[in-house]
């Protein structure tokens, strides 16, 4: 079977330190014909559902817990039977969102995820948030960053639970290490690459 990368984008708002923003988020759906992983649940479930498309899905891999990546991830867990796995540093930021409902697995750096004959390598970025994972599949050429890296650098820090420092040393260690031509598969906006970001 081949694996492929399947993509929407759904709006609605992110909210943190008593302000809401209108967002627009990238859902990246990873896989074959039968089986997938989605990365983080944004605003809309019907339109991540769609995107699943009735395949069965192995997992809901959160890169980190702002309410624009996760809101709408308990529902689509119910939804599709799939865990929820978040990287703990991250669970006062998923409590932020979800009281009355944790996450059902862990996230570790290093860790490696098998789907659709393809395996993504677990990435833990913190500096966005504490918890912030990429997920990168070597085989494919890609990496799935979340809001650690964009096109033109790397996410917002300010808020908090993030730090510029701590961002920049992580995209050094774990990202601008990998192959030049690796593609960056972001939380918002458009694709970019390891090279372009590089420079």
């Not at 809309?44 to 891999?61: F, S």
């Amino acid at each position: 079977m081949v694996t492929r990368i399947d993509h929407a984008v759904t709006a609605g708002t992110f909210s943190l330190d008593g302000q809401t923003f209108d967002v627009d988020n990238n859902v990246w759906v990873l896989g074959d014909d039968e089986e997938c992983v989605v990365f983080d649940a944004p605003h809309d479930v019907d339109a991540i559902l769609k995107v699943i498309g009735g395949r069965r899905v192995k997992a809901i891999l959160a890169t980190h817990a702002h309410d624009d990546h996760v809101r709408q991830a308990p529902a689509l867990a119910e939804a599709t039977g799939a865990p929820i796995l978040l990287h703990p540093d991250d669970l006062p930021v998923w409590r932020l969102t979800h009281l009355d409902r944790d996450p059902d697995g862990e996230l570790a750096d290093g860790q490696t995820i098998e789907v659709g004959g393809t395996t993504l390598t677990v990435l833990h970025t913190p500096g966005h948030a504490p918890g912030a994972c990429c997920f990168y599949a070597a085989d494919l050429g890609v990496v799935f960053t979340g809001d650690t890296l964009f096109q033109g650098g790397p996410g917002a820090t300010g808020r908090s639970f993030s730090d510029y420092d701590t961002i920049v040393a992580s995209i050094g260690a774990k990202l601008l290490t990998l192959p030049p031509e690796t593609v960056v598969k972001t939380g918002h906006g458009s694709d970019t690459t390891i090279a372009a970001e590089n420079r």
